[in-house]
């Protein structure tokens, strides 16, 4: 049984720092693209960043330039450096994968931005 696990959230004040990371475990032959992705109340869930196997990266607008999102391919790890934090990326935020060809979501972690 493939897992997603995420870890990092929390609450932060405007301005500051946070950063998820998300491993991947069970059976593993392959991982493709992993990604965060981020969902606020009463909307729906958006990309925030993707990264590919061959390390290419896709960033929504509204965190380019804020946020970094890496992989470790050696560990089955994707992480998602977060600056300039603002209230608006208040949302959960979900791991993603596409591992041995399907689709895997992890369980969420809260990131709450607040003075």
């Known amino acids: 049984q493939v897992q997603l696990v995420e870890s990092g959230g929390g609450l932060v004040q405007p301005g500051g720092s946070l950063r998820l990371s998300c491993a991947a475990s069970?059976?593993?032959?392959?991982?493709?693209?992993m990604g965060w992705y981020r969902q606020a109340p009463g909307k729906q869930r958006d990309l925030v960043a993707v990264?590919?196997?061959?390390?290419?990266?896709n960033y929504a607008d509204s965190v380019k330039g804020r946020f970094t999102i890496s992989r470790d391919n050696a560990k089955n790890t994707v992480s998602l450096q977060m600056n300039s934090l603002k209230p608006d990326d208040t949302a959960v935020y979900f791991c993603?994968?596409?591992?041995?060809?399907?689709?895997?979501w992890g369980q969420g972690t809260q990131v709450t931005v607040s003075s």
């Open positions: 069970g059976v593993i032959f392959s991982i493709n693209t």
């Open positions: 990264i590919t196997s061959g390390d290419t990266t």
């Open positions: 993603g994968a596409r591992i041995n060809f399907r689709d895997y």
